[in-house]
């Protein structure tokens, strides 16, 4: 087997996949880390579609917008994102709380999921279906 073999090997990219998108979601604040690893519990379909929600809303519920480590230098009701740390766009600082981080957290409306949160969602479904759920 050369070194080469493992990338035509689909079991295997799905598996190193998964680990970098473990730790992308590693990478966010140790509260922030806790909240989105609870998909870890997820054992279900339905589950996964419950953990959607309130995880968004956990989310929320963690930071304010006094908050030093997401507040933005010139406006106290935008935020960064908790998970990501990122902005609506390069415009404008951080998201309107909470509406606007809440469609980012999301992905409602036509804002683009914040890829943290797509990533641990991922690791869930890629367990549900490496257990034969999916
Ligand atoms: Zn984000």
Redesign the pocket.
């Known amino acids: 087997m050369s070194v080469f073999d493992d990338y035509s090997n689909a079991e295997w990219i799905l598996d190193e996949l998964n680990s970098a998108r473990c730790l992308v979601v590693g990478m966010a604040p140790r509260d922030i880390r806790s909240i989105l690893r609870t998909e870890a519990k997820v054992a279900t379909i339905h589950e996964l579609v419950v953990w959607d929600s309130r995880v968004v809303d956990a989310l929320l519920e963690a930071i304010t917008p006094g908050d030093a480590r997401f507040r933005t230098a010139f406006d106290d009701s935008r935020v960064y994102?908790p998970?990501?740390g990122?902005s609506l766009n390069a415009f404008a600082d951080g998201f309107a709380f909470p509406h606007g981080l809440r469609q980012?957290?999301s992905g409602s409306g036509n804002a683009a999921r914040?890829?943290?949160?797509h990533h641990a969602r991922e690791v869930a479904r890629f367990r549900l279906f490496s257990h034969g759920v999916l």
């Open positions: 994102c998970a990501c990122g980012h957290l914040c890829r943290v949160v």
